[in-house]
T-cell receptor, first 115, second 109 residues
């Protein structure tokens, strides 16, 4: 079965611009989480969506937002980009919190560079 | 506070030597513990989970509730084990999923 698909894979933006990243989960997975990965900070949780509702949120400013559609696909948006937003943004899907195994399947990531 | 701690940012061992990547957690509920691995230029992926009690690529991890630890061990490290390893904690029925800061393992020839 197809894995978690993230688009675009690479993008370059300038400060002040905004960006939208997309994530298509594994078929049947209703939960989508987003993470920011940087060499200095490691893996940081942004938010998780389940059944189109944000269920959990990390400690990021309001410039970071997301949404989930009825087909479980998710998007995240970063407005007013800053240099420090340069990172690899990872999406992960799982069936849902009632799934006892709670295993996350990750996408390849979207690498954002802010100039 | 709910927390996953990986005290070592970098761990270097020689090929054939035993390796142990440490993970301690703090959680009041019923945790499920995982190890995820990210090889160079590959996706972050599940290595193993405590409920399976299995050995993957020679790695094992035992959940020690008394010491609140879930250390990852391998008796003889291989060069292909070089990667970034993350310990993670989830809880059935909740949306809590917490990752540690990761440990980079370098296996030297």
């Amino acid at each position: 079965k197809a894995g978690v698909t993230q688009t675009p894979r690479y993008l370059i933006k300038t400060r002040g611009q905004q960006v939208t990243l997309s994530c298509s989960p594994i078929s049947g997975h209703r939960s989508v989480s987003w993470y920011q990965q940087t060499p200095g900070q490691g893996l940081q949780f942004l938010f998780e969506y389940f059944s189109e509702t944000q269920r959990n949120k990390g400690n990021f400013p309001g410039r970071f937002s997301g949404r989930q559609f009825s087909n479980s696909r998710s998007e995240m948006n970063v407005s007013t980009l800053e240099l420090g937003d340069s990172a690899l943004y990872l999406c992960a899907s799982r069936r849902g919190p009632m799934d006892g195994a709670n295993v996350l399947t990750f996408g390849a990531g979207s690498r954002l560079t802010v100039l | 506070a709910q927390r996953v701690t990986q005290p070592e940012k970098l761990l270097s061992v020689f090929k054939g030597a035993p390796v142990e990547l440490k993970c301690n957690y703090s959680y009041s509920g019923s945790p499920e513990l995982f190890w995820y691995v990210q090889y160079s230029r590959q996706r972050l992926q599940l290595l193993l989970r405590h409920i399976s009690r299995e050995s993957i690529k020679g790695f094992t991890a035992d959940l020690n509730k008394g010491e609140t630890s879930f250390h990852l061990k391998k008796p003889f490290a291989q060069e292909e084990d070089s990667a970034m390893y993350y310990c993670a904690l989830g809880s059935r029925g909740t949306y809590k999923y917490i990752f540690g800061t990761g440990t980079r393992l370098k296996v030297l020839a």
